[in-house]
């Protein structure tokens, strides 16, 4: 039945992709070439490790581990994998890895077939993947299979009475590093005892990012100096508000905007419902950026060392499935302000719970933390340093992987 459900999702990816659906076509070419690529590229002789990440999200955990056993072991290849087309094309060319491929669907021969041309020694699933005949093949090959930063949730199928089928493929994980000690104690109430609380391996990839972030002179000339907001991968109602506040509230703060989606449409619309002064980063060349209000981020790839000229960060998505990455911005030691859907995201629960994150259901609330923050220099270093304490705490858990995985 499983297996029927993966040809058939494949069926619905190909008719998806005749009738013009982007990540349906990229999905599906990739899929078509997969096993190309890897007959292709792989090396005979070679010493291999995989780790799959779903998605960017998920990479970005598993980034920290693919760096450090690059810079440990260098006799190991690092065979990166991702399903969703977004985590695959924006980083098919990524140089810290020696292999970047799309994983084929999970049937049990796409599984035994990828296992054996690719021969890993080792197997890294960051967070959510539970791949049932993936897993199962690596548990008969005897292949060391490891769960990172992975968290469990109470209402999750495989905790319920009901959920034995599910609960079997996670047997083949030899061990698994946990965000938290619930997921420990969830896991240990269905007989998972190989299990180690790390913490999230995303604190050590911001942490990083803080430290080797660059300087962006036209975002430093725009800021000048003045109070300045960065709302990070905003969407429609994240603006709504924003553009709301920026047009009747803080006249003295600047602010820059990198949406979610750069289609050029949503930007200009975004443009003009601006009544400040606003420039896209694209069209600053030739012009003073210190003359605008308003920067609009129109690349991919800016926003986490952009984060380093904000006062105050907003971070999108809570008015929609939740929100994006709050670590990035707290790392920078600001406080930051985001969207109702939060709550599915630790980090931004504690952060919240801590005085250095601010959700907010609507433009009056938003008007209001603002300014007061604004309005009290104390209020708003205090909020800024319990942010950049609270990341700066959760390093560490990409050693611990490491040395129980690797031995160093």
């Known amino acids: 039945m499983y297996s029927f459900f993966i040809r058939l999702y494949s069926f619905s990816v190909r008719i998806a992709a005749c009738f013009g659906n982007t990540k349906a076509k990229q999905l599906a070419a990739g899929q078509k070439e997969v096993w190309t690529h890897i007959r292709t590229k792989l090396r005979?002789?070679?010493?291999?490790?995989?780790?799959?990440?779903?998605?960017?999200?998920?990479?970005?955990?598993?980034?920290?581990?693919?760096?450090?056993?690059?810079?440990?072991?260098?006799?190991?290849?690092?065979?990166?994998?991702?399903?969703?087309?977004?985590?695959?094309?924006?980083?098919?060319?990524?140089?810290?890895?020696?292999?970047?491929?799309?994983?084929?669907?999970?049937?049990?021969?796409?599984?035994?077939?990828?296992?054996?041309?690719?021969?890993?020694?080792?197997?890294?699933?960051?967070?959510?993947?539970?791949?049932?005949?993936?897993?199962?093949?690596?548990?008969?090959?005897?292949?060391?299979?490891?769960?990172?930063?992975?968290?469990?949730?109470?209402?999750?199928?495989?905790?319920?009475?009901?959920?034995?089928?599910?609960?079997?493929?996670?047997?083949?994980?030899?061990?698994?590093?946990?965000?938290?000690?619930?997921?420990?104690?969830?896991?240990?109430?269905?007989?998972?005892?190989?299990?180690?609380?790390?913490?999230?391996?995303?604190?050590?990839?911001?942490?990083?990012?803080?430290?080797?972030?660059?300087?962006?002179?036209?975002?430093?000339?725009?800021?000048?100096?003045?109070?300045?907001?960065?709302?990070?991968?905003?969407?429609?109602?994240?603006?709504?508000?924003?553009?709301?506040?920026?047009?009747?509230?803080?006249?003295?703060?600047?602010?820059?905007?990198?949406?979610?989606e750069l289609h050029d449409a949503r930007i200009d619309r975004l443009t003009e419902s601006i009544k400040a002064p606003a420039i896209r980063f694209s069209k600053l060349p030739g012009a003073n950026p210190a003359d605008y209000k308003v920067l609009i981020i129109d690349n991919i790839g800016m926003l986490s060392s952009l984060y380093r000229y904000g006062t105050v960060a907003y971070i999108g998505g809570g008015f929609g499935k939740g929100i994006h990455n709050t670590l990035e911005a707290a790392a920078y030691g600001i406080p930051v302000f985001f969207g109702p859907n939060y709550k599915k995201f630790r980090e931004a629960v504690d952060l919240t719970a801590q005085g250095a994150a601010f959700p907010i259901k609507n433009y009056d609330e938003l008007a209001l933390q603002l300014n007061t923050l604004s309005d009290n220099p104390d209020k708003l270093k205090q909020a800024g340093t319990i942010a950049g304490a609270f990341v700066a705490s959760g390093r560490g858990a990409t050693e611990t992987v490491i040395r129980k995985t690797l031995g160093k």
Request: glycine share 6%; with cysteine; proline share 6%.
């Open 44 to 260: 005979p002789g070679e010493r291999r490790i995989w780790i799959h990440c779903a998605s960017v999200g998920e990479f970005e955990q598993g980034r920290p581990l693919i760096e450090d056993i690059r810079t440990k072991f260098p006799e190991y290849k690092i065979v990166v994998t991702f399903f969703s087309p977004s985590g695959y094309e924006l980083r098919k060319n990524y140089p810290g890895a020696d292999y970047v491929f799309y994983l084929p669907y999970d049937t049990r021969r796409n599984a035994r077939r990828f296992v054996e041309l690719i021969l890993p020694e080792k197997i890294y699933f960051i967070k959510y993947e539970f791949w049932r005949n993936y897993l199962q093949t690596a548990l008969r090959k005897g292949i060391p299979t490891y769960l990172v930063s992975g968290i469990f949730r109470p209402g999750q199928v495989f905790f319920n009475r009901y959920g034995g089928w599910y609960r079997k493929p996670l047997k083949a994980f030899t061990h698994f590093f946990v965000q938290n000690g619930q997921s420990e104690e969830l896991l240990a109430s269905i007989g998972f005892t190989a299990v180690t609380v790390t913490g999230d391996t995303r604190f050590d990839r911001v942490c990083r990012i803080v430290d080797q972030a660059a300087e962006i002179s036209e975002a430093k000339q725009f800021v000048d100096g003045k109070p300045c907001m960065v709302a990070g991968s905003t969407w429609p109602p994240d603006e709504e508000l924003l553009v709301r506040c920026m047009n009747t509230e803080r006249r003295d703060m600047k602010w820059i905007i990198a949406p979610h």
